[in-house]
């Protein structure tokens, strides 16, 4: 399996940077590694579903962004690495949530039935 741990998370003042990890280890039983899989950050406030918020492609080639942190967050990948960065600028309080990298080998992005692996989570709060 493909086992993803995230890191970067904690407690910033509204208009403070954080930049989040997620970091791959493992394969799969058919072999598929974390440079094979599409990767996406995901976000859960206390008392609110799963919300998407950004997204790229195995080669890093395209990004896409949930429209509430477009311009503010950048994701990025090295598949080298094997890691995926979440650079997050200008937080805001309503960006406090749980934030958690997920596997997509297909389907749609946005649909937290597509991903195959999840990690735990790191935990993400933003004072005003």
């Known amino acids: 399996q493909v086992h993803l741990v995230e890191s970067g998370g904690g407690l910033v003042q509204a208009g403070d940077s954080l930049r989040l990890s997620c970091t791959a280890s493992g394969r799969t039983a058919s072999g598929r590694t974390f440079d094979r899989y599409h990767m996406s950050w995901f976000r859960q406030a206390p008392g609110k579903e799963r919300e998407f918020v950004a997204a790229i492609t195995w080669s890093g080639d395209n990004t896409n962004y949930a429209d509430s942190v477009k311009g503010r967050f950048t994701v990025s990948r090295d598949n080298v690495k094997s890691t995926m960065w979440l650079q997050m600028d200008s937080l805001k309080p309503e960006d406090t949530a749980v934030y958690s990298c997920?596997?997509?080998?297909?389907?749609?992005?946005?649909?937290?039935?597509?991903?195959?692996?999840w990690g735990q989570g790191t935990q993400v709060t933003v004072s005003s």
């Open positions: 997920a596997t997509r080998w297909s389907g749609s992005l946005y649909y937290t039935g597509s991903y195959e692996h």
